[in-house]
């Protein structure tokens, strides 16, 4: 058997452990995931040295600990596409393994752990944040309602993977930054000062319904235009995307 056949037969796990090796393997990425490892602790830090005792519960640290991975996750995801062009592996990387469409689900596949992971890492941070809380006279409080652990999850997954997906669809890791943080904003201003397109906004505004998933009763409206909103945001630049990278030229 050829060295292309057995390449092209290597299994999903072992090329998203690659995957998840290149997202700390560059120096932007070791950077942002250390950068987004200190954030996460340090919003416990802030809660412990200046909320108010009755703020300091294993609720409070979970959710606003969410915060800096929900932000700068999405950046981790567009780097993990955009690197490949940008430092000029991807010649090596398709050449390795010519089925491109492998080798993208990999990076989500890598995008959903890395998502999981930060999920993980911010209720740990949490849970030691509130022990501390408690041997310092605050709430201490271990009360949170099951849905918005899953909620959180699927809130982490959901802005890593529009990552991923505006990475792929631009190709370029400046671009696909600005536009990532841009684009959606203007959208937002846009649609709260255009009368005429409030209707539209409470549907496509991806920063207005994923604020469904901080509640713990959300509607069965509110997970319809979320869906809505993640379609317009998150499945067409993947799939776009997808295609682009399928169909691109590597020189």
């Known amino acids: 058997m050829s060295v292309l056949t057995e ?15 290149k997202l700390a393997d560059t120096r932007a990425g070791f ?3 250390l950068i987004i490892g200190l954030a996460t602790a340090g919003t416990s830090a802030i809660l412990l040295g200046w ?4 703020e300091q519960t294993f609720s ?10 929900a932000v700068l996750l999405p950046v981790l ?5 955009t690197s490949e062009w940008s430092q000029r592996t991807a010649l090596t990387t398709f050449t390795l393994v010519p089925a491109r469409g492998r080798v993208m689900t990999a990076k ?6 890395i998502a999981i992971a930060a999920t993980v890492a911010a209720g740990l941070l949490a849970a030691v944040a509130n022990l501390i809380a408690g041997s310092l006279g605050g709430d201490a409080s271990w009360t949170l309602d099951s849905s918005l652990i899953w909620q959180s999850l699927l809130l982490q997954m959901i802005f890593v993977l529009m990552g991923i997906g505006f990475g792929a669809l631009l190709l370029n890791t400046p671009l696909a930054i600005v536009i990532y943080f841009a684009l959606p904003t203007v959208w937002s201003i846009v649609g709260g000062i255009v009368t005429k397109l409030a209707d539209v906004a409470k549907w496509l505004d991806l920063n207005v ?16 235009r979320l869906g809505v909103s993640v379609a317009v945001w998150v499945v067409l630049p993947l799939v ?12």
């Open 7 to 21: 390449n092209r037969n290597v299994p999903l796990s072992r090329l998203t452990q690659v995957e998840l090796r």
């Open 31 to 33: 950077w942002l995931l």
């Open 51 to 54: 909320a108010e005792d009755a």
């Open 60 to 69: 409070e640290f979970f959710t606003f600990g969410m915060l800096p991975s």
């Open 77 to 81: 995801g567009i780097l993990s596409v």
């Open 108 to 113: 989500i596949v890598a995008g959903v752990l």
């Open 209 to 224: 319904t994923s604020q469904a998933l901080s509640e713990a009763d959300a509607t069965g409206g509110e997970y319809a």
């Open 240 to 251: 776009l995307g997808f295609i682009r990278v399928l169909r691109r030229e590597v020189s």
